[in-house]
């Protein structure tokens, strides 16, 4: 794996690490399934991939946009999220689907470094050491974060449920598949993926991941990557707030990165 | 995050933000005012995307900035600039 961490953010403290440990040794004492499952961006690191790939989309990939790609995306996002997402991921249609994950596999390697928080990737080598299936489930197109999740957490690419087109011949249409993995669209990718089999422990960082988080049966983690002073107009910060009001009356545990 | 010192003017909070970027690439620019920021390479767009959050947040701007072509926002200047149409503080 790459080292890549991420530097000067508040790292898990030793008992949330206890905590951690106690939810894996009754996982390992009932025998039952170990599975645990990530949201991405804001969660497994301080960016967001698909977003960073649309834009190195528009400066390298020649497409045929709106006038102005990324407004045009932020204010459909901010009307129909589920359209939006969709929508990064139609605008490569007709593209081979091995030049998506070429390109996307570039984009990740001239991102140095990949701002992957440090304690979340000790996190996920201990569970990969403890037996645990990872699955990372994103609002992001899929092919965006395959490479990081592959390179910096060797999670390989089908752990990684996102947003993602019906592929006809080798080649990305513009149908998207279900479920939209945002909000409901999370959890339901995932239990689809495991066939029902609800993880031990999840993670997530927005509103849009309370669903993802309320399958874990054992451990559901909270972070929170944005600094909580910053204005209630900001969009994440804000969704990340929102999730910390539903989850904090409920005793989900929190991590702060940045307080 | 720079809500809570919205009275440092802008650029200040920008070079402050663009050197800690920089830093984590282990890259020190000594005329970072006027240096070329996306086209020289110095900067990607896994930046981009974290500049422009820390724009709406730290600048109280509620419309999405026009980012889509990095090479319009490729100075220090140039990023001031896109602010205070927006109606940046």
Known sequence: ?259 | MPSDHSSVPIRTRLVEFLRAELEKKNRKVPDLETASLFNSGLLDSLVAVRLVLFIEQGFGITKALNVSNLSSIDTIEEIEQRIKEAGGQ
């Open chain 1, 1 to 259: 794996m790459v080292s890549n961490a991420l530097e000067g953010v508040n790292e898990f403290s030793s008992a949330l690490w206890q905590d951690i440990e106690a939810c894996l040794a009754r996982t390992v004492k009932s025998g039952g399934p170990r599975i645990a499952v990530f949201d991405a961006d804001g969660t497994l690191w301080d960016d967001d991939a698909g977003e960073a790939f649309f834009l190195w989309q528009i400066a390298n990939c020649g497409f045929q946009f709106p006038s102005d790609p990324w407004v045009y995306y932020h204010e459909w996002k901010k009307r129909d999220p589920h359209g939006a997402y969709g929508w990064l991921a139609q605008i490569s249609k007709g593209i081979p689907i091995d030049t998506v994950r070429g390109w996307a596999e570039t984009c990740f390697a001239s991102h140095s470094p990949w701002p992957v928080f440090g304690s979340i990737r000790r996190l996920v080598e201990r569970l990969q050491q403890a037996g645990f299936e990872i699955y990372i489930v994103t609002a992001s197109v899929k092919w965006a974060v395959e490479p990081a999740a592959r390179h910096l957490l060797g999670i390989p690419a089908n752990r990684v449920l996102g947003i993602e087109t019906e592929i006809v011949d080798g080649r990305v249409t513009d149908r998207v598949l279900a479920p939209i993995t945002y909000r409901q669209g999370k959890a339901d990718a995932l239990l689809r993926a495991t066939s029902g089999v609800k993880p031990v422990f999840a993670a997530g960082n927005t509103l849009g991941d309370i669903a993802l988080l309320e399958t874990a049966v054992d451990f559901k983690l909270m972070i929170q990557s944005q600094s909580a002073i910053v204005p209630a107009h900001a969009g994440l910060a804000a969704d990340e707030k929102r999730l910390r009001e539903h989850g904090r009356p409920l005793g989900w545990r929190l991590h702060a990165f940045r307080s």
